[in-house]
């Protein structure tokens, strides 16, 4: 171990990539938002196939995919007069994927409203 602490065969990643992660993972905290990223990473649909999923409204699934859309983790296509959306960001689908399959499959969620996750 280096004079710094830091394990000499780890590459640290420049500090620019911890704002543009914890904006991420903030972007992410929405429960919608999660919940629309999860649905996108088992394919492609429309905003009134998504709102129907997810519980919400049209226009605020709209609202949201606009978000994710700026922020680069989701994609749109226009087909006649719909706009299908999809998953862009494999990286991020997969982190999102393994934490909410995680959580699904162990019950987990109580711990984690209380802050107590193991």
């Known amino acids: 171990?280096?004079?710094d602490g830091r394990d000499g065969s780890r590459r640290y990643p420049a500090a620019e990539v911890w704002g543009a992660s914890a904006a991420v993972f903030g972007l992410l905290a929405n429960p919608m938002r999660l919940h629309i990223l999860w649905d996108l990473s088992?394919?492609?649909?429309?905003v009134s196939q998504l709102a129907e999923?997810?519980?919400?409204t049209p226009q605020a699934v709209s609202q949201h995919l606009a978000k994710l859309k700026l922020a680069g983790l989701v994609r749109v296509r226009t087909e006649g007069r719909r706009r299908?959306?999809?998953?862009n960001e494999p990286r991020v689908t997969a982190a999102v994927l393994?934490?909410?399959e995680g959580f699904a499959t162990g019950d987990r969620?109580?711990?984690a409203s209380t802050g107590a996750v193991a």
């Open 109 to 111: 969620t109580q711990q």
């Open 1 to 3: 171990m280096g004079a």
């Open 53 to 56: 999923r997810v519980g919400g």
């Open 42 to 46: 088992h394919g492609e649909c429309d």
């Open 84 to 87: 299908i959306y999809r998953a």
């Open 98 to 100: 393994l934490m909410v």
